[in-house]
């Protein structure tokens, strides 16, 4: 316990001293309703592919507007995942899956990325899942802001600060 405690305190001091900077904010909509505010976080002064490489701090917040389920999340992501991957990025994204909880209005999710630490998963202020596998990042992030993301209105919110 005392392990994983120390294991947490670094990994939030770590993003602190980061000092991420706001790249975009914006909304997610399915139809006319509201799902989510997303935000999302890196170094400054960096392009789209620097803020997903495995160098670079990043954090991506949405936080919800209704309830939903856990095979919401997964639908969604799965969607913008590419059909096939390697056998270590599948199995990074199933555990990750697995990880998720349902959600209700008013609940955020974090995916923090610190270099050489990985991406977790954080829930309200509680780590639910860490992931190290090389390609991660990018992968999962690119849900949103990779070449075909959700909703290409939202990564272009997302991503107004970053440089071109």
């Known amino acids: 316990m005392r ?5 947490f305190l670094l990994a939030l001091s770590n993003l602190a001293s980061a000092q991420l900077t706001e790249a975009g904010a914006g909304t997610a909509r399915w139809g006319f309703f509201k799902v989510y505010d997303a935000q999302f976080f890196t170094t400054a002064g960096v392009t789209l592919e620097q803020a997903l490489s495995e160098q670079t701090p990043a954090r991506l917040e949405l936080c919800y507007a ?12 799965q969607r ?15 555990r990750l899956h697995a990880a998720y909880q349902p959600v209700k209005q008013g609940d955020c999710y974090h995916l923090d990325f610190q270099p050489e630490q990985g991406t977790f998963l954080v829930l309200n202020g509680k780590t639910l899942v860490q ?24 990564k272009r919110s997302l991503i107004a600060g970053l440089k071109p």
């Open 66 to 77: 209704r309830e939903l389920s856990v095979d919401n999340f997964i639908e969604g992501a």
């Open 80 to 94: 913008a995942l590419p059909e096939s991957l390697p056998a270590e990025l599948e199995r990074a994204v199933s």
């Open 3 to 7: 392990i994983l405690c120390c294991v």
């Open 131 to 154: 992931i190290d596998t090389l390609g991660f990042k990018a992968l999962y992030f690119g849900i949103w802001l990779g070449e075909q993301p959700l909703s290409a209105p939202l």
